[in-house]
């Protein structure tokens, strides 16, 4: 199926992009809340894709300590 309508987001589930109400944090995963009410979990091995393909908000940025650090002493 097209990209457009909607992305492989588990090995069990494919979803339609209209169905999806909202992306939930569950941990250190997501879940996409449909329509129809069912909670579909986005495994580890399709969150990159579903992050690119706008199903999920981009990764926060990620500092090493030493930028922390130097950040602090700033």
Same mark, same amino acid.
């Given at each position: #199926?097209? &990209? +457009? @309508? !909607? @992305? *492989?987001?588990?090995?069990? &589930?494919?979803? /339609?992009?209209? /169905?999806?109400?909202?992306?939930?944090?569950? !941990?250190?995963?997501?879940? @996409?809340? #449909?329509?129809?009410?069912?909670?579909?979990?986005?495994? #580890? !091995?399709?969150? +990159? /894709? %579903?992050? *690119?393909?706008?199903? @999920?908000?981009?990764?926060?940025?990620?500092?090493?300590? *030493? +930028?922390?650090?130097?950040? %602090?002493?700033?």
């Amino acid at each position: #199926l097209p &990209f +457009e @309508l !909607g @992305l *492989q987001v588990h090995r069990s &589930f494919w979803v /339609a992009r209209r /169905a999806i109400s909202s992306a939930d944090p569950a !941990g250190k995963s997501w879940v @996409l809340r #449909l329509s129809n009410g069912m909670s579909v979990p986005v495994s #580890l !091995g399709y969150r +990159e /894709a %579903a992050r *690119q393909g706008g199903l @999920l908000p981009a990764a926060p940025a990620v500092c090493s300590r *030493q +930028e922390r650090v130097a950040t %602090a002493r700033s």
